[in-house]
């Protein structure tokens, strides 16, 4: 019987896997090498931070492994250690020259990764080393994609969201939608992640793609705090989203009583009509919300 065995490269991996840096250094002194991919496009390097195998990882860098070489889905070894949470691979990686601003191929950086989910050990080691705080790759359907301020917001980091205010970057920038941190902070409903965006400089005024702000993606939901929050930001109560769909069209079609007085007070107009050729009082009438209704008329709406 005739007995293959497997390639010293193929051993390297399983080693790395397996966390053995005995081995691992074994095989790299018979001449293994340490970059050769798996038919996954996977490395040492990836398996090993993969893994959290600390001293595997400092193994092969010292014998000259490449340290930014991505698998078949453009994930680095600084990625994958992200994704396990292991700061101190991460920060040894870092210290071999890892690039942190390196693009995976859904276009998310380590950076994104850690905000996603909530790595705030992680977070602290890329800020420090220099990760861009808003870089955003490009979207394979165009445009621009998400900032790591956004996937944060997305997954209610709050204090997170904090570290990357203070690593500055550009607060009002916007994705291939034209949506802001802010809007999706106003989509989430947190008013605490809302007062730290406007305190920083965050303009509750600008518009997205479909013309909407960030008031119109608080009221649509029936988020009242932060319909308030925005309101005493500056947010403009009047401004038209397109075919006279205002933030307090958008709160009587949805009958947010309290969101209808919030914006009355704060001198949301009562005139013009709608898409349909109806009025927001017809609206609230045929909704059958009398006490919108009676908001809507104290402050001179006519049925017609």
């Known amino acids: ?175 291939h939608d034209q949506s802001t941190a802010l809007m999706w902070a106003a989509h989430s409903g947190n008013e605490e992640i809302i007062r730290a965006l406007v305190a920083t400089g965050a303009d509750p005024n600008l518009k997205d793609k479909d013309g909407r702000t960030a008031l119109g993606y608080a009221v649509a939901p029936g988020h009242a705090r932060v319909v308030s929050a925005l309101i005493n930001a500056g947010a403009d109560v009047n401004i038209d989203f397109g075919r006279g769909i205002t933030s307090l069209a958008l709160a009587v079609y949805g009958n947010h009583a309290s969101i209808v007085s919030n914006l009355l007070e704060a001198g949301a107009t009562t005139s013009g009509k709608l898409p349909d050729g109806e009025t927001l009082l017809g609206i609230a009438r045929r909704n059958g919300n009398e006490q919108v209704a009676q908001l809507l008329t104290r402050h001179g709406a006519k049925s017609t």
């Open 1 to 175: 019987m005739i007995w293959f065995r497997s390639s010293p490269e193929k051993r390297l991996r399983k080693a790395a896997n397996a966390g053995s840096a005995s081995e691992v250094l074994s095989l790299l002194r018979e001449g293994a090498d340490p970059d050769k991919k798996s038919f996954l496009g996977d490395t040492p390097l990836v398996i090993a931070a993969r893994k959290g195998h600390l001293s595997v990882v400092e193994a092969l860098l010292n014998s000259s492994a490449a340290v930014d070489v991505q698998d078949i889905n453009g994930f680095t070894a600084l990625m994958r250690a992200t994704l396990a949470n292991r700061r101190d691979i991460v920060e040894f990686l870092l210290s071999r020259g890892a690039n942190h601003d390196k693009v995976s191929n859904e276009g998310k950086t380590a950076l994104m990764f850690a905000v996603e989910k909530g790595h705030k050990e992680v977070v602290t080691a890329l800020l420090a080393a220099g990760a861009t705080p808003d870089l955003q790759a490009p979207r394979p359907a165009g445009g621009k994609g998400p900032t790591p301020l956004m996937y944060t917001i997305l997954n209610n980091h709050t204090d997170i969201v904090d570290m990357l205010i203070r690593a500055g970057g550009n607060i009002n920038a916007t994705c």
